[in-house]
């Protein structure tokens, strides 16, 4: 007996020893610089309305998946989530595959910048945030899919849906660690008409496209035009915005699109080649010609131009 | 009853418009304008695609539903995925654990397994 406890008391004090090599010394340096220079934000809120679905066994990933959606105005059951996301040999539910159903329902999975500060400024802008943590260590993770619910800038605390509980109080010292041992894995999902406070550009668009490419046309279209209202000079949105309706069949909204991306970036060839297809659909069979001509002026020995120069000149 | 059909019938027919007249064209894709980060290689792409259906349905989850969800993976996240899916995290709270450090763990404040305790 004696000798079993202790043998727990070594193992207790190696750990003890591990853990200060391991995670003890680390710091938290995002919560220091948001203590250090409070961003202009309220100091406290929370989105009460976020609703809370309380997770069945593992399956914490369809039930805060449901908390977001639901709470854009699209009723589903985390029953429902779990057939496109939970992967029961794993016990858990894949990131890429989170992304994917949040599409299904014509919702955009923007991936924020991982800053503690970004979380708390979208809350402040009425946004829930997706995040991914890893409430173990890193040589013992333990995954988890959360809803960041809000924040108290007095308190240092992040409210959270989690699991079974409702609303969880994490210091923001504890939620940088288990958020950075998941990598600062954060989505917000928005609808088509919203770009997130923090996102950039490239995370907005990087979401956009995957729309497009899974064939949700109409929605990534509606989506193109949002990214250019917070963008106005973005070539992608404005190329998107033109293949998307070219793939609609709205040619006289494409050409007016790829018009206003070559006023940006004249050199591109590609939008020169795409122009030259929207002109043909509209029946400008020599405008059409004089357009993939300026493509293979730009870039002669590019194959895709040259296939295309042979379809156009054909072009019924 | 019938106009429903018809209209379920134009629905899917507007849908295999909009992906096809692209295809016919050798128009250049929104993703492949974005800076280098689609593989141009659609052969071994839907290879991929049928391996990750493979590992879904290994790990439990129905052909049926498997089919429509790698259908619904871009092609820039089945790149990411691909051969690595059991690397990947899950979340899923999988409380294989070892018990006694997590505990330490969680008294030092540096794990959170256990919400609300101690209290903060």
Redesign the interface.
Known sequence: MNFVIKR?GL??AG??F??GYL??C?TSPQTRLLVDNPPNIPAQVELIEVPFFPQLE????PSSLASVINYRGTPVEPDQIA???????????????V???T??FDMLPVQLDGKLESLLRELAAGNPIFV??????DS??????EVVVGYDLTER?IILR??V?AR????F??FE??WQR?DHWALVVVSVDTVPATASADAY??AV??M????R?DTANHAYSTALRRWPQNL?AH??LG??A????EFVAAESAYRSALMIDPQKA?LW??LA?VLAQLGQHESSMDAIGRALELDPDNR??K??YN?LANWQ | MLVKKLLQCLLIAA?V???S??SR??????????ANKVVRDFGSITAQRDWIKEQ?V?????AA?AS??V???????VL??HQR??Q????????V??F???V??EL??????I??WPA?
């Open positions: 727990a193992v207790a750990a003890l591990f853990l995670g003890g680390a593992y399956h914490c990933g057939q496109m996301i939970y992967v029961p040999g794993l016990k858990g539910s894949l990131q890429i595959e992304e994917a159903a599409r299904q991914l943590q890893n409430l173990g260590l013992i993770p333990v995954w988890h899919y605390v989690s699991g509980d969880v109080l994490r210091s010292a504890l660690k288990t998941a668009l990087d496209i995957g497009e490419q899974v064939g046309i992608l190329t998107g293949n998307s070219y793939a609609l069949g590609e080649n795409n297809y895709n131009f296939d295309s379809e | 849908a418009i909009a992906v007249l692209p064209a050798a128009m250049v894709d929104t993703a492949q304008l974005q879904l290994a790990g439990g989850v129905d539903d429509l969800r259908v619904a993976l871009t092609d820039a996240q990411k995925i899916i059991d990947e995290p899950a979340g899923g709270n999988t409380l654990i070892i006694l450090i997590l330490i763990t030092m404040g540096v794990t959170d397994i919400p609300n903060k």
